[in-house]
């Protein structure tokens, strides 16, 4: 089942927890969600996402975003299945309606530089490192990110 962002959606994402280096992708609580008024709670964001559910368990979502001209990707993927081959159906999917939504945008995405495993996934999905850059992450810390622009296929 695929579902635009709600309350079912952010308890999952608040809940997920992943190990170290990655538990820098650790949410807030959902109390803490709510009390910060989370972008995952706004009604104006929620068709910008796309939740993938098993049953009743959310497996990933995608975060699809205007930024100037171009539009961004962001994509979460329950700690369970990490690692085993599942991102790139669901990026896949994601870049399907980015293409549908902005037909004329270009699709980027940015991910941390030692992030392997994403890279490797986005890649397999058609994008090209473009550039890096040091830039404040959602800690205020300065960190590496890559810059990566799907090519079209």
Do not use: H
């Not at 004329?104 to 530089?113: A, C, D, L, P, Q």
């Amino acid at each position: 089942m695929i579902t635009a962002m709600n309350i079912s959606a952010t308890k999952a994402i608040c809940s997920w927890k992943y190990p170290e280096p990655y538990d820098v992708y650790n949410y807030v609580s959902f109390d803490e969600a709510v009390k910060n008024n989370s972008p995952l709670l706004k009604d104006e964001n929620k068709d910008n996402y796309i939740c993938f559910w098993d049953n009743e368990t959310l497996s990933a979502y995608i975060n699809i975003y205007k930024k100037d001209e171009n539009v961004f990707l962001g994509i979460g993927l329950s700690p369970d299945l990490c690692s085993k081959g599942f991102g790139e159906a669901y990026l896949r999917q994601g870049i399907e309606t980015a293409k549908s939504r902005y037909p004329k945008s270009e699709i980027w995405v940015e991910v941390r530089s030692w992030n392997k495993r994403a890279i490797k996934c986005y890649e397999s999905c058609g994008f090209k490192e473009e550039y890096r850059k040091i830039i404040k992450d959602r800690f205020g810390n300065d960190a590496e990110f890559v810059f990566m622009r799907w090519e079209k296929k």
